[in-house]
């Protein structure tokens, strides 16, 4: 069964006010949902928390769920889990952006397809960013929200979001470029 059959399958449930609905929630995107939420929390022992807080929520508010046609189930949960995380984040003091500089920094591409980089270890890359720069990373790519409403959801200055996602792309360009050189190095050795 493919993830839009399984959905429309949820959302059947989810309609008849079956409680099976919420197992087959968690079967279904709980793998995927931990992804989301590493994506923003760092520590695995916090993110198996705001993980399991997630889930609470969702459950709590499977009533309020709307269905708006394939993937919007997927994208509704994904959504609680990321806000969550951030509400986390800012809970516990742990939303950590870096001082903007008057340098500018100049973002070089990695130049090569990052695509043969597997998921895994670019997801490892995003998760050592510092928490400023990881969280506004997150929210601009996986989110596609804007610098400005980016800003206003983490109550910074639009151009403080600009900052933090330039040096996030020019960290992780960094950490792309020194895997790169390890595997051709590691290849080379061999």
């Given at each position: 069964m ?8 949820i959302?059947?449930l989810?309609?008849q006010?079956?409680?099976q609905?919420?197992r087959q929630i968690y ?5 995927y ?18 993980l ?6 969702i459950?709590?508010s ?8 394939k ?12 806000n ?7 809970e ?15 973002i ?22 510092p ?9 601009r ?8 409403e ?9 151009n ?13 360009a ?17």
């Open positions: 493919d993830n839009g059959d399984c959905e429309l399958q959302v059947k989810l309609n006010k079956d409680n609905a919420a079967d279904a995107y709980a793998g949902l931990a992804g989301v939420c590493a994506r923003y929390i760092s520590d695995d022992d916090d993110l198996k928390d705001v399991q807080d997630s889930f609470i929520k459950f709590s499977l009533a309020s769920f709307k269905y708006k046609g993937g919007s189930l997927k994208a509704w949960l994904a959504r609680i889990v990321a969550q995380s951030l509400n986390f984040l800012k516990k003091g742990r939303l950590k952006f870096v001082p903007i500089t008057n340098q500018t920094d100049e070089e591409s990695p130049g090569v397809d990052i695509g043969i980089i597997p998921e895994s270890v670019l997801l490892q890359m995003i998760r050592e960013l928490s400023g720069y990881r969280v506004v990373f997150n929210l790519v996986y989110e596609e929200k804007s610098h400005k980016i800003a206003k959801m983490l109550d910074i200055r639009v403080s979001s600009a900052s933090q996602f330039l040096r996030a792309k020019a960290l992780l960094e950490k792309i470029r020194e895997y790169i050189n390890q595997e051709i190095s590691t290849s080379h050795g061999r």
